[in-house]
């Protein structure tokens, strides 16, 4: 792996890329409040003629996601536009039987609106949709095990609309459905995913890209800028475009102070993973 390249601000590489990808949750707010300092950076960079797409693995579509921002403090002007999980998994959902058996919280029932999806008992269900656990503060993926079972007796396809195995929640970290799809395929039971770090969501983050800046972009000025080792960080890897690593995320622990990492094991923790970022940061600012 190269020498490992920290930077202390997003300003430093600024004038590099057109374009960035930028996830959500762990490096534009907590779960709980915004970070001021990303809110600035993103703010900036379109300030000097950058375009910003947020691409989340929110297993909602955009329109609840860009209301929970505004709510948690985000204001108009730091981003262009927003791409969810749940935004593409809609057409994963469209391409199955219309019968589903729904794995998650009922707010994420906004995933189904204007398709022919019908939410049915499991014994009905043709495939499932999993938006997360039904209560991520209280539960884990082993208060799921005896249904993923049962699912998998049946050989359900399994739709996960995200991806993430876990998210920052303040200064504790919450299950998601990423977890119990990773748990239904150790059975052997088939998962169906469009969000990071699939191609379908970097693909639609990409056109956003181009539909604001007027033209298509070239890959090789665009810069994503994430927290999530199996999410943004391999996401950016398969679909080839540089990375900004957010180090004070979800494997902030593997590395020392989230403010202030150690160097040397931010490197190993990279290296163990054959990340190579253009550089880390450890909170997005300008």
Known sequence: MAELKAISGLGELARTYDGILCDVWGVLHNGVAAWPGAVAALSRFREEGGHVVMITNAPRPHGPVLEQLAGLGVPDGVFDAVVTSGDVTRSLIASMPADVYHIGPQRDFTIYEGLDARVVDLEEAKSVVCTGLADDRSETPQDYADLLAAIRERDLPFICANPDIVVEYGDSLLWCAGALARDYAELGGKTMIAGKPHQPIYERAME?????????????????????????????????????FVSSGIHAAEYGDPESPDHHQLGKFLGKHDAAPVATIPRLVW
């Open 208 to 244: 956003m890209l181009g539909e604001a800046a007027g033209r298509p972009l070239d890959k090789n000025r665009v810069l994503a800028v994430g927290d999530g080792m199996p999410t943004d960080v391999a996401g950016a890897a398969k679909f080839g475009i540089d990375l900004l």
